[in-house]
């Protein structure tokens, strides 16, 4: 299996900063590499796929970028309802494997 | 709009079975694969099991291969897990989610839609 990690596992900012999550794969997942958003007791939502390609709705805030091995999620401008779990998704083998999580917090 | 809603959760003791079901709406069902997607207490996102838009082709997770049935029944537009020789460590939220294309194996390929999720606690 594709191993994913993600760092740091927890992040502390505050509205209006700009923050950036690190993924890396332990082998080349080219540029299927996907970003979620999870809140507390809800399920996960789509953020970016493909590595750097917004979903829909999403708003441009989020920017994902990264190939390879390594990858990037970067939130400009934090607003509140920011604060919560991201998960990168790796697609290129069966099993998908997520990364750990980085939960990011308010200062 | 797209709308998943799982069901079939509960508690059982270990070594027992339980179904969930995923009711799918918004969507033409069959022409997208679809998985379920596990999350531990306190523990971060698994993928479980998929399963092509006919239902031809099934994919699990080795720890999971042997015990879990994956199926769909579009006529019903509803996704299937079937769980035996339940462990404790399968204790979880067990999502479905939807995938962008018809094919499990085509690339790219993401989970695009989520369920609110079924809780399976697994315990004596």
């Known amino acids: 299996d594709i191993q994913m990690t993600q760092s740091p596992p927890s992040l502390s900012a505050s509205v209006g900063d700009s923050v950036t999550i690190t993924c890396r794969a332990n082998l080349s997942v080219s540029n299927y590499l996907n970003w979620y958003q999870q809140k507390p007791g809800k399920a996960p939502k789509l953020l970016i796929y493909?590595?750097?390609t917004l979903q829909s709705g999403v708003p441009s805030r989020f920017t994902g970028s990264g190939s390879g091995t390594d990858f990037t999620l970067s939130i400009s401008t934090l607003q509140p309802e920011d604060f919560a779990t991201y998960y990168c998704?790796?697609?290129?083998?069966?099993?998908?494997?997520f990364g750990q999580g980085t939960k990011l917090e308010v200062k | 709009e797209v709308q998943l809603l799982e069901s079939g959760g509960g508690l059982v003791q270990p070594g027992g079975s339980l179904r969930l079901s995923c009711a799918a709406s918004g969507f033409t069902f069959s022409s997208y694969a679809m998985s379920w997607v596990r999350q531990a207490p306190g523990k971060g996102l698994w993928w479980v099991s998929a399963i092509s838009g006919s239902g031809t082709g099934a994919y699990y997770a080795d720890s999971v291969k042997g015990r879990f049935t994956i199926s769909r029944d579009n006529s019903k537009n509803t996704l299937y897990l079937q769980m035996n020789s339940l462990r404790v460590e399968d204790t979880a939220i067990y999502y479905c989610?939807?995938?962008?294309?018809?094919?499990?194996?085509?690339?790219?390929?993401?989970?695009?839609?989520w369920g609110q999720g079924t809780q399976v606690t697994v315990s004596s």
């Open positions: 998704q790796q697609t290129f083998l069966t099993p998908r494997t």
């Open positions: 989610a939807k995938d962008p294309n018809w094919s499990w194996t085509r690339l790219p390929n993401w989970f695009d839609s």
């Open positions: 493909a590595a750097s």
